[in-house]
């Protein structure tokens, strides 16, 4: 016998068998499904964080444009019946939302609320504005942010107030 028929003896067959082949690729499979799952998860939460992006420039947008009012307006404003419908046209003017995100939410989907309570009879206020959204689907919950800023008296001093 020659040497080259003695190693191929030792070696055995070369490549693999189907079966070796398919066993590789289940465990394949198996360790890169849940790394996928994560990938596939993470990107759903980031669009939804980019919503939470919109509604917090919108909300701040909101806020600013009540900025100029006196204490006395925005609180005729906390007496009207509907107080969404009191947001102001400043704010209108602006596109709360891009066309491609408007066309991913429900048809209805897009909600902004602006509410202004008093707090007590010291002159402070509460402005708070509250958007809402919801994608399309029966089981799909409404997703909220909120914004809240104090108001004052433009008169009121707190060295005044509190005998300071």
Known sequence: MDVGTMYKRAMGPRGFTLAEILLAITILVL???????MLQSSS??????????FAHIRA???LDAYAGYAFEELTTLSLSPTPSSNIVEVANSM?????????RLDPDGWE????FSVLGTDGLGKLRVLIRWKF?????????????????RRNLSLVQQYNL
Do not use: A, D, H
Request: hydrophobic share 30%; proline share 12%.
């Open 31 to 37: 360790c890169l499904f849940p790394v996928m799952q």
């Open 44 to 53: 759903t939460k980031s669009s939804f964080n980019e919503y939470y992006v």
């Open 60 to 62: 701040v947008s909101i």
């Open 95 to 103: 596109s709360p939302l891009p066309e491609e995100y408007k066309r």
């Open 112 to 115: 902004e609320k602006c509410v």
């Open 136 to 152: 399309p689907g029966p089981q799909q919950p409404w997703r909220e942010y909120q914004l809240e800023r104090i108001v004052m």
